[in-house]
């Protein structure tokens, strides 16, 4: 198996919500994230903040064990469901592929 097919991905993603509906998309994000992390073994990590200046924006770091781990995650139920109930509240959403320089965690 090739290299870039097991490394891990590293991503984050900046998103702007409608602050109309941020209370709704933050509970959604996290019904995601909580069976994304649990019942999905290649998603390694997902850690969602928002901007304190602007609580609209938020940032999520996501760490997937491979392409193939991502790719599969990006059809699961809950990330559809996720993606469709969100789909009106995102006023704007940029993906950035990222190299990890150093990652390590005590949060769990």
């Known amino acids: 198996m090739s290299e870039a097919r097991t490394a891990p991905i590293v991503r984050m993603a900046e998103l702007e919500i409608e602050a109309d509906q941020l209370e709704a998309y933050r ?38 064990a491979s392409q193939r781990d991502y790719e599969a995650h990006l059809q699961t139920p809950h990330f559809l469901k996720y993606k469709s109930l969100t789909s009106g509240m995102v006023k704007a959403l940029r993906l950035i592929d990222v190299d990890p320089l150093l990652m390590r965690s005590k949060m769990d």
């Open 27 to 64: 509970l959604l994000l996290a019904e995601e994230i909580e069976a994304s992390v649990a019942m999905e073994p290649g998603v390694l990590m997902l850690n969602a903040v928002a901007l304190q200046e602007d609580p609209a924006q938020i940032r999520i770091l996501e760490v997937y």
